[in-house]
T-cell receptor, first 109, second 113 residues
């Protein structure tokens, strides 16, 4: 069993739709990281959060520590949001990093 | 700041050769990470440094892999000898501290033939 599980693996949406990507983890964490990898391969850090909610533009990340679950939401999705979204858990013991396998998002005009 | 700078962007080498990947972190950042990404295994952390000191190298696959950080502005990841299964994209990232937001370089695409 992977320490970090993401769902869905693949997601296709129409432009303008509200999108949710989920991340569940089984380890104790100090923080959870959401990354975006563009089709060209570059990786961008979206959020690092350890509690509550963070918002940046059309992106919102939430985390529920008790349930060991985080979600990434995209409002009013746009084709340029098409990318792979990866969550990574930073453990609170041993300084370990665990990655989800990523969610491939395609937003169709 | 120009961000995290990796070189080369692409490397093609023959099996058995030594490969050295380079990374310049963002100035002022105290932590540096080396990752490997493949289709089969996704993104994996290989090693990370805090204040130039290797903290966790449990992700380094074999003794053929070694990483150094001689100073705060430079790190290398070396593979000797290289094998075809080492073919991957290698990312370097830096952050202010190990548990704060990380900034990624553009990656080095390594192909070992």
């Amino acid at each position: 069993k992977n320490e970090v599980e993401q769902s869905p693996q693949n997601l296709t949406a129409q432009e303008g739709e509200f999108i949710t990507i989920n991340c569940s983890y089984s380890v104790g964490i100090s923080a959870l990281h959401w990354l975006q990898q563009h089709p060209g391969g570059g990786i961008v850090s979206l959020f690092m959060l350890s509690s509550g909610k963070k918002k940046h533009g059309r992106l919102i990340a939430t985390i529920n520590i008790q349930e060991k679950h985080s979600s990434l939401h995209i409002t009013a999705s746009h084709p340029r949001d098409s990318a792979v979204y990866i969550c990574a858990a930073l453990t609170n013991t041993g300084n370990q990093f665990y990655f989800g396998t990523g969610t491939s998002l395609t937003v169709i005009p | 700041d120009a961000g995290v700078i990796q070189s080369p962007r692409h490397e093609v080498t023959e099996m058995g050769q030594e490969v050295t990947l380079r990374c310049k972190p963002i100035s002022g950042h105290n932590s540096l990470f080396w990752y490997r990404q493949t289709m089969m295994r996704g993104l994996e952390l290989l090693i990370y440094f805090n204040n130039n000191v290797p903290i966790d190298d449990s992700g380094m696959p074999e003794d053929r892999f070694s990483a150094k950080m001689p100073n705060a502005s430079f790190s290398t990841l070396k593979i000797q000898p290289s094998e075809p299964r080492d073919s991957a994209v290698y990312f370097c990232a830096s952050s202010l501290y190990w548990n704060t937001e990380a900034f990624f370089g553009q990656g080095t695409r390594l192909t070992v033939v």
